[in-house]
């Protein structure tokens, strides 16, 4: 399975970007699929998660209310619309896929798929 992620960028404070992730070779749909960040000098952290029917959707609390995960299944490819972004939101975004229980839903461990990542710059 690969997962290739894009979509990243430099942007203003209060601007917005989306994220794409294209998955290949295996079954998309099966998926939860999740995004995670990490900063220089930081730990991975999760932002946000979607079941593999898109029925339910989980975010980290410092993202909600701005950021929305979404998926296509008949493209392959999960979205992260990013608004309102921060200097704070600044970081390499990372996509993963994963079929984790609902309490695990949020820890990077449980996703065993890993795109590249794609770097997100946001100017104060």
């Known amino acids: 399975v690969q997962l290739q992620a894009s979509g990243g960028g430099l942007v203003q404070a209060g601007g917005s970007l989306r994220l794409s992730c294209a998955v290949s070779?295996?079954?998309?749909?099966?998926?939860?699929m999740a995004w995670f960040r990490q900063s220089p000098q930081k730990e991975r952290e999760f932002v946000a998660a979607?079941?593999?029917?898109?029925?339910?959707?989980y975010y980290a609390d410092s993202v909600k209310g701005r950021f929305t995960i979404s998926r296509d299944n008949a493209k392959n490819t999960v979205y992260l619309q990013m608004n309102s972004l921060k200097a704070e939101d600044t970081a390499v975004y990372y996509c993963?896929?994963?079929?984790?229980?609902?309490?695990?839903?949020?820890?990077?461990?449980?996703?065993?798929?890993w795109g590249q990542g794609t770097e997100v710059t946001v100017s104060s």
């Open positions: 993963a896929a994963g079929r984790p229980i609902l309490s695990a839903i949020r820890g990077s461990s449980n996703y065993y798929h």
């Open positions: 070779g295996g079954t998309f749909s099966s998926y939860s």
């Open positions: 979607i079941r593999s029917s898109a029925s339910n959707t």
